[in-house]
């Protein structure tokens, strides 16, 4: 897969941001630091929130830099069910049910024939610069208006908003799409909708970068070691949450 210094740079901030956010999440865990009122404000859920989006958005946009998507979309999806079995059986607390890495496993599989679909629609080029333009505005405008779905309505309170059928939340299947059925728990939970919308928001911006020779030369520019962490975002994504946890639980049981 072509690499670009500043897509890795990027990936990698968003893991060093997520490595704090996720130390934070732990110290509240042990009652070491972070009280539950703060890691649960407006603050935290911000910040959480925007590394969710870049996270998703990176990966949107670096799936044109692929090729093999039906391996790398199953890999990520079993590896992301592995983590629910091992979370399930050993953390049952904190479990984590259709997480991250299922969203991107998922959204991979997903966007394959939506990628074929743009490159037919397109003659196999890309498409105009109005048009990834007008897909990209779609895009989001699409996940503002679903982004409650997973609580039961479209929209934006107090703005436009319109409550769902109760009866689509029911079942994992519903839950998996974003219809999130009463009393379910995950500690990490992306369904379909509405992250999908932000995948393919960074699947047009790539279309509109790499139709500029400014864009694909801004992706040269980047910092190495930043970087580096990038390309190696998913085994140091696997592992920072165990190192973090041993470090904490021998600091919070053995002191």
Known sequence: MKRYELVDTLRGISILSMIAFHTCWLLNYFRIAVPTAMLYGKGFLIWERSICIAFIMISG????????HIRMGLELFLIGLAITALTCIFLPDIRIVFGILTFLGSATLIMIPIDKAYHKASNGDNASEP??????????LLFVLTYNINIGYLGIRGVWSANLPQVLYKGYPATFIGFMEPGFVS????SVIPWLFIYLYGYFLHKAVMGSPRGVNTLNRGISPISF??????IIYLIHPIVIYLILYFARYLK
Not at 131 to 140: A, D, G
Not at 187 to 190: G, M, P
Not at 229 to 234: A, N, Y
């Open 61 to 68: 946009f670096s799936f044109s830099f692929g090729h093999r």
């Open 131 to 140: 048009v990834n333009v007008m897909l990209l505005t779609i895009s989001l």
């Open 187 to 190: 500690t990490d939970y992306f």
């Open 229 to 234: 962490l990038g390309r190696h975002s998913l």
